[in-house]
């Protein structure tokens, strides 16, 4: 593992699949402007709407984002991760499918989202992410690139669930992907806290790229799209606007923050 620079990307994503692509053509090109190597994506980065305009365009949707994830690895020369997009399991449901893309074009690492958002929130908005997405039945797997360190997968909601990262550090992982679509109202109370202790706990770094402000109707997300370190120090934070946060990941910090709390190492319950 060297250092590198990473990039976690935001973006206002809509009911627009060719618009949102665009978008996300032009943060990838920004970042990797600013020398990122390894460049992230947000949850619903292809498409943000209506569940019922989600299921009826998610084979388009599908086949032109893992088509558009693997051009834009292979122009730029960057590893990507796209975030989450629909992949059909059926005329109903689809898989929330997180995938990551290296400076060839191949395709590395796949994760269908295990812990679905079925929540009624106090400002009245329900969520039923359930309806329309069919649950993963697998812990997601650790990716190990001699280049990049061990790379761990998750989206959103799974990051109220720490069992998950525990598992992704017990196969080694080194940074921990969080792409999200967060609430504006959660976002504001639980996000900045849920993954900074993902990476304390875990003695990891945590890339969350994120989706921010109005993307249809009632549908707000939060923002802050943020690299964070394995002390749990915050090192790029996109604010809420689209863009792009840029951080350093770098394994003699890494290396230092395991020696001076070797947490994982003192587990009694495992």
């Not at 498409?47 to 893992?66: H, M, N, R, T």
Request: charged share 20%; hydrophobic share 40%.
């Amino acid at each position: 593992m060297k250092s590198y620079l990473a990039a976690a990307i935001q973006m206002t994503s809509l009911p627009n699949l060719e618009k949102n692509l665009v978008q996300a053509e032009e943060l990838i090109e920004l970042a990797k402007r600013q020398g990122a190597e390894l460049i992230t994506l947000p949850e619903n980065f292809s498409f943000l709407g209506e569940e019922v305009d989600k299921i009826s365009q998610a084979e388009a949707i599908a086949q032109q984002s893992e088509k558009f994830l693997k051009t834009m690895a292979q122009r730029f020369q960057v590893t990507i991760l796209g975030g989450g997009f629909p992949v059909p399991v059926d005329a109903d449901k689809v898989y929330n499918t997180a995938l990551l893309i290296d400076p060839n074009g191949e395709e590395i690492a796949r994760y269908q989202k295990v812990h679905l958002f079925d929540v009624n929130l106090p400002d009245g908005n329900t969520y039923r992410e359930s309806k329309t997405v069919m649950a993963g039945t697998s812990m997601p797997k650790v990716h190990a690139s001699k280049e990049l360190g061990n790379l761990g997968l998750s989206v959103c909601y799974d990051v109220r669930f720490p069992e998950l990262y525990r598992h992704l550090a017990q196969k080694g992982a080194d940074v921990v992907f969080i792409p999200a679509a967060f609430t504006a109202y959660t976002g504001k109370d639980h996000w900045q806290i849920l993954l900074q202790a993902r990476a304390i706990e875990n003695t990891c770094y945590v890339i969350a790229p994120a989706q921010t402000g109005q993307h249809y109707s009632l549908r707000q997300t939060h923002g802050h799209a943020m690299i964070i370190d394995p002390w749990g120090a915050i090192l790029a934070d996109a604010g809420d606007r689209p863009g792009v946060a840029i951080a350093e990941i770098s394994p003699t910090r890494l290396q230092q923050v395991r020696r001076q709390m070797p947490s994982l190492q003192h587990r009694v319950f495992i």
